[in-house]
């Protein structure tokens, strides 16, 4: 260590050591931001950066060596070999390459470690080809102990600077310390090989080259080893300021809506979380405004997506005008908006409410065409409305479904008592989605009978289900949920298979009659599914019935008529639900030849006292007949109702008189055997049921 102090202190130029260290650093900087920049490479491109730094690695090696080396001062003559020198730069750019190319092929320590011994022995190789060269008139002897530490010093530094830089556990200074590392491995090996020579001067004379020569030499050496590195480093910056910009653009991309430039989905929940923390720590007040646009599915059925894409690019430059400094407003998706204000008092927030609405209410001329939308705007307010992000913007969104379905002209607060109703309709409806899996629902079955003979003629299939914390939810509750959001299909689709499979499974071969909503009228490929279901369960197709309800048929009566008429091809029934409540036209009677008439279960309710009921009752029994299709009377509580029924010729009748809903059981007695004993056999009329 003194040796080495020693003779850099009594046999070189301090000018030329202090040149020497300085390409050294700048180099070492260099070769260590490109080998981060090449281990992030993929295939081909980390070939080119490891050949880069190689290039800047073997300039700098080189350099520093050759300037160091002029700053020797041997005491006798010197000359240099051009092939020797030539070859220790090509020894040093070769030696590099390999070297970081190995040690940039993973990013882990050890495979650092790796490749930095490699470039420990590249400066070596380098050093002695470069000694090689150096011819001086004396007696050169060499110390082989410091010759192994040079070279051992030299690669343990170098596999500790890659061992670095390849390591994930280094904090922040990772780069420091590899650059540190490398240029304490590139001077300890020079000096401490330059101590392992000695030079005993045979001729007593000065070097050929002077000392201004030599300055020269060395300084231009210098110059040309700095440019190199220089257009290695410009060769990085370019390319990360070319990174950087690409990732700043994607960036953009995934927090921006890509038509309107408005701040997205993702973008809205960072900063919704970020300004709710912000007023948690500053006891401020936040406003969420859940913005929906009216009558904009309009715009694009009638004038194109084009027109439609148009009338969202205004409105959301529209929207942005509007807002106060601090605000923010951003598109959901389709036609849905949010903002998010901070206020100071209710007045503020309101005002920024009006000037949206009134924003979005101003007409607006596309092309030729003159929209007037408007929109439904509902309100969330931080902490009153809820205390985290995602409760506000819930929040704020039932209160716009609320503005939406009254058609409020202005914007609506969220109330909790008003928008609970909705809150509870979600949940409902999110719970139903899971209430097939985890096996909730039940089919129960309801009988029907025969008036004239008692006889079971069939099973209605009614869905139950048992939420487990509500208990029994009525299909009059969640049967319209599940058509307002579609999943009507799937549950009408479990329903029919449930039943179709219980039926097989009856001792008794009556009927099943399972609901059809309109919904799966419309929807569904039904002649397929029925089809399926049927080959499935092994189900005879004239054991299965559906019910279905008028509304199913008017909303489009030629496609409601052409399914039916599939479905009954294939030998399944049908019957028309809840007759005399509805449309209960004739033209839909005429149209489809329905298996059975279901008269609603009002009109059993009104029996007893109304002659108007009996009236309808007597009608649509004269109907029936005439049209050959037999009538089954629904709701029959009393015994009273079952006689009036039969007095006037009704075919069927189910209700809880006859029983309840309920779980299958195997046998199958006749629920009416008590109720004909009561009738008097002359008034026991003629059924037309088959
Ligand atoms: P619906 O098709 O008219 O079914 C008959 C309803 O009347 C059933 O109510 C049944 O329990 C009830 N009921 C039967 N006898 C009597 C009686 O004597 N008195 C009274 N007051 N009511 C009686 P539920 O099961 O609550 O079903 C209500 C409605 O829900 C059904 O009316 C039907 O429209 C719908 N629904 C039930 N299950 C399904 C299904 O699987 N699919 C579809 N799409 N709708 C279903
Ligand atoms: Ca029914
Ligand atoms: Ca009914």
């Known amino acids: 260590m003194i040796k080495v ?12 050591v202090a040149l020497a260290v300085a390409i050294c650093c700048a180099g070492a900087f260099a070769i260590v931001q490109m080998c981060e920049r090449s281990s992030h490479a993929p295939g081909l491109q980390r070939l080119g950066w490891a050949f880069l730094t190689a290039i800047a690695a073997g300039a700098t090696i080189w350099c520093t060596h050759f300037v160091a080396m002029l700053a020797f001062e041997a005491g006798a003559p010197v000359t240099l070999d051009p092939v020797l020198t030539i070859s220790s730069l090509v020894v040093a750019v070769a030696g590099s390459f390999a070297a970081i190319y190995l040690a940039t092929r993973e990013r882990t320590a050890l495979q650092g470690a790796l490749g930095g011994a490699g470039f420990g ?32 010093c030299a690669s343990a530094f170098s596999a500790a600077a890659m061992a670095v830089l390849g390591s994930d556990r280094i904090g922040r200074h990772r780069l420091a310390i590899a650059t540190a590392l490398i240029v304490v491995a590139i001077a300890t090996l020079h000096f401490v090989a330059m101590t392992a020579m000695s030079v005993t001067p045979l001729v007593l004379s000065d070097t050929p080259l002077d000392a201004r020569e030599v300055r020269a030499l060395a300084w231009a050496t210098a110059m040309v080893g700095m440019m190199v590195i220089s257009a290695s480093v410009f060769a990085w910056l370019i390319d990360r300021q070319t990174r950087s910009d690409a990732m700043r653009k994607l960036t953009h991309m995934a927090l921006n809506d890509a038509l309107t430039g408005l701040p997205n989905r993702v973008a809205f929940q960072a900063e919704i979380q970020r300004e709710v923390e912000i007023a948690r720590a500053t006891g401020g007040r936040l406003g969420v405004l859940a913005i929906d646009l009216d009558r904009f599915k309009e715009i694009n059925d009638v004038h194109g997506h084009k027109a439609g894409d148009e009338v969202l690019i205004r409105l959301a430059a529209r929207l942005r005008e509007a807002l106060g400094p601090g605000d923010m407003v951003a ?54 409305d809820g205390d985290d992000a995602e409760m506000l913007a819930n929040n704020a969104d039932l209160a716009m479904y609320r503005a939406k379905s009254e058609g409020a002209p202005a914007p609506c607060y969220y109330d909790s008592e008003l928008d609970d109703v909705i809150r509870d309709r979600r949940e409902i409806a999110n719970d139903l989605r899971r209430a097939i899996d985890r096996n909730e629902l039940e089919v129960h079955y309801q009988v029907q009978a025969s008036v004239a003979s008692g006889e079971v003629t069939g099973y209605e299939a009614l869905l139950r289900w048992t939420h487990p914390t509500r208990g029994s939810i009525p299909p009059s509750t969640f049967i319209p949920i599940a058509e307002e959001n579609g999943f009507i299909l799937a549950l009408g689709e479990w329903v029919l298979r449930r039943a179709c499979m219980d039926a097989t499974a009856w001792d008794h071969r009556s009927k099943v009659a399972v609901n059809v909503s309109p919904l799966q009228l419309a929807h569904a490929n039904l002649p397929r599914l029925f089809h399926q279901v049927l080959l499935e369960t092994g189900l005879p197709p004239r054991r299965l019935e559906i019910e279905l309800t008028e509304t199913a048929i008017v909303a489009d009566r030629a496609r409601a008529l052409h399914v039916l008429r599939q479905i009954k091809a294939l030998g ?69 109702q079952f006689e009036v029924l039969a007095h006037e010729g009704c075919d069927e009748v189910q209700g809880f008189l006859l029983g309840h809903p309920g779980v299958m059981t195997g046998e199958n007695p006749s629920p009416l055997a008590d109720a004909l004993e009561s009738i008097p056999p002359a008034q026991a009329p003629q059924s037309t049921a088959a």
């Open 121 to 152: 022995g590249a400066i070596s190789a380098m050093h002695y080809t470069g000694m090689a060269a150096y011819r001086v008139d004396g007696l050169v002897t060499w110390d082989l102990t410091y010759v192994a530490v040079s070279i051992v």
């Open 331 to 384: 598109r959901l998706g389709g036609d849905e908006f949010v903002a998010l204000t901070r206020f100071a008092d209710r007045a503020q927030l309101t005002a920024l409410a009006d000037r949206l609405d009134a924003t979005l209410k101003t007409p607006l001329t596309v092309g030729h065409f003159e929209a007037r939308l408007g929109a439904s705007i509902g309100i969330a307010i931080y902490p009153h």
């Open 572 to 640: 399944v029934g049908v019957a028309l639900d809840d007759f005399g409540t509805g449309y209960s036209s004739l033209e839909t009677l005429r149209a489809f030849p329905f298996d059975k008439i279901k008269l609603d279960r009002f009109f059993a309710a009104e029996l007893a006292g109304s002659p108007q009921s009996t009236a309808i009752l007597r009608a649509v029994l004269a109907l029936g007949k005439s049209l050959s299709i037999p009538v089954l009377a629904e709701g029959i509580e009393t015994q009273e």
């Open 5 to 16: 102090a020693l003779c850099i202190a009594t046999e070189h130029d301090p000018w030329l």
